[in-house]
């Protein structure tokens, strides 16, 4: 009848409040149970436009793995959080408790920006790590005018700062990264995955392709991204 169409959307707003307040509730309880202090704020819209605005002011962004079909999304959380929100991005396995000492630390490097932001983003949590695992790929740096190039090695930049440093690979094409990040990690007993998150145009918005939408998506322990 008339006005039905507003009282339906009121009552959907305060289903979304009552449901809000109890997850709070859960929330901030489990603040508790960690000795950790903290807050939960609530917003409406896509989530993966609110994480991209509001994560611009954390220094880490954490956040599920996206299942499409299950969520009823054609985006990836993850992918959109890391890209937009422009802070590094903690990517935790759908429904699959891991471990969190990250005693066991793979980086994935190919020498790019993201890899290097990723990389010292990252490094409170692989400088305590008991083993570094490193898996390196072909550059993606062009510099055309360079015809003698300084010297750098990120190996040896590893071994200076980690406890233990040890070289899975030292030669992994574009495409065969992502199963081969996912495997080595697999086969070394990591508990993170360290890896630049690689962004290209979309026809409305950025999204991540190749190797890295493919850990995101098939990761069975924490990926930690920047963009």
Excluded at 57 to 79: G, H, K, P
Excluded at 111 to 138: F, M
Excluded at 141 to 152: D, F, H, K, L, M
């Amino acid at each position: 009848g008339p006005g039905g169409g507003g009282g339906l959307i009121a009552d959907l707003q305060a289903a979304a409040d009552r449901e809000a307040a109890v997850l709070q509730d859960r929330f901030l309880k489990r603040l508790l149970d960690f000795g950790a202090e903290g807050d939960l704020q609530v917003a409406e819209g896509r989530a993966h436009e609110v994480l991209g605005l509001a994560g611009r002011f954390y220094d880490l962004v954490v956040v599920e793995q996206t299942d499409l079909r299950e969520d009823d999304i054609n985006w990836s959380t993850a992918e959109e959080a890391a890209v937009n929100s422009g802070r590094p991005t903690l990517v935790a396995p759908r429904g699959n408790p891991s471990d969190a000492s990250f005693r066991r630390v793979l980086i994935a490097w190919n020498g790019g920006r993201e890899a290097t932001r990723t990389l010292h983003a990252a490094r409170p949590i692989w400088e305590q790590a008991e083993e570094v695992v490193l898996l390196a790929g072909p550059s993606r740096e062009i510099a055309p005018s360079i015809t003698r190039a300084p010297p750098g090695d990120i190996e040896d930049y590893l071994k200076r700062r980690a406890a233990r440093v040890t070289v899975a690979d030292t030669h992994v094409r574009d495409s065969d990264a992502a199963l081969r990040i996912l495997d080595v990690a697999r086969e070394a007993g990591c508990s993170l995955i360290v890896m630049g998150a690689f962004g290209r145009k979309g026809l409305s918005r950025l999204i991540l392709g190749g190797a890295t939408g493919r850990v995101f998506k098939d990761a069975q322990i924490p990926v930690f991204a920047a963009h």
